[in-house]
């Protein structure tokens, strides 16, 4: 199996250890790689905040930099969710743009998405010794329907123990350009999730989108909270996240 690396602008700038962690799972899963120097952004923060045809730009320097990709992978299901399902609303009126990026966002997955459903792989050899909680990023569970994929790649992590929290499934508060507009909404929903993270006991809370990383992480080291926190490609490929 041969697959493309697409990593996001968000984790190539703030987070660039997920990428490696989820390069070096994928090729302890025995999958060919490569990655398409000429990709930038998906073109989400743009379309997002209203400028459709910047969106645009960035969306055809996406589809071009992965025509050839027999298979394209990412760690964020915020920016899958982008290519497979508001590419096409972007090129709603352009029927040869439309039936490409229709193509290649039928060939475009998330890593657990990936490793579960294509792969056929749920034990991928990670070892953890503790109590883990997972973190249910919107984009992933809503716009793409991938809820169980994340928990049995957990499952089989040897020495792990695996905690649902309390409304797993409630946003964190992230969501892109909405925690910069309403920064207090976004406190307070950070707040709620820390406070079922922490009532879970869990040593580390798994999560699987980057952006949700970044708003749960930097809460926790605001106020000093002790908890773990994991993309799950880190956890997956050894990784501590610190």
Not at 52 to 81: H, T, Y
């Amino acid at each position: 199996m041969r697959a493309s690396l697409f990593i996001p602008c968000m984790v190539d700038t703030l987070v660039p250890e997920v990428g490696e962690a989820t390069a070096r799972v994928l090729m302890r899963a025995g999958v060919a790689l490569d990655y398409p120097t000429e990709q930038t952004c998906c073109g989400q923060p743009a379309f997002n905040a209203g400028y459709w045809e910047d969106a645009r730009r960035v969306a055809r320097r996406f589809l071009k930099a992965f025509a050839d990709s027999e298979a394209i992978v990412s760690p964020s299901g915020s920016c899958v969710s982008m290519v497979k399902n508001h590419y096409e609303e972007l090129f709603a009126e352009s029927p040869s743009e439309l039936r490409q990026a229709r193509e290649i966002g039928g060939r475009t997955f998330e890593l657990t998405e990936f490793l579960v459903r294509r792969l056929g792989i749920t034990d991928v050899g990670a070892r953890f010794t503790g109590k883990l909680t997972y973190h249910e990023s919107c984009h992933l569970s809503r716009e793409l329907g991938i809820k169980d994929e994340p928990r049995a790649l957990l499952r089989a992590v040897k020495g792990a123990e695996l905690i649902e929290m309390q409304e797993a499934d409630r946003c964190c508060g992230f969501g892109g350009t909405f925690s910069v507009k309403f920064p207090e909404i976004s406190a307070a929903m950070a707040r709620r999730k820390a406070e079922n993270i922490k009532a879970s006991g869990a040593d580390a809370v798994i999560i699987c989108d980057p952006g949700c990383l970044i708003q749960i992480r930097g809460y926790f080291h605001r106020h000093g909270i002790k908890v773990r926190v994991l993309h799950l490609a880190e956890l997956l490929a050894g990784g501590d996240g610190r």
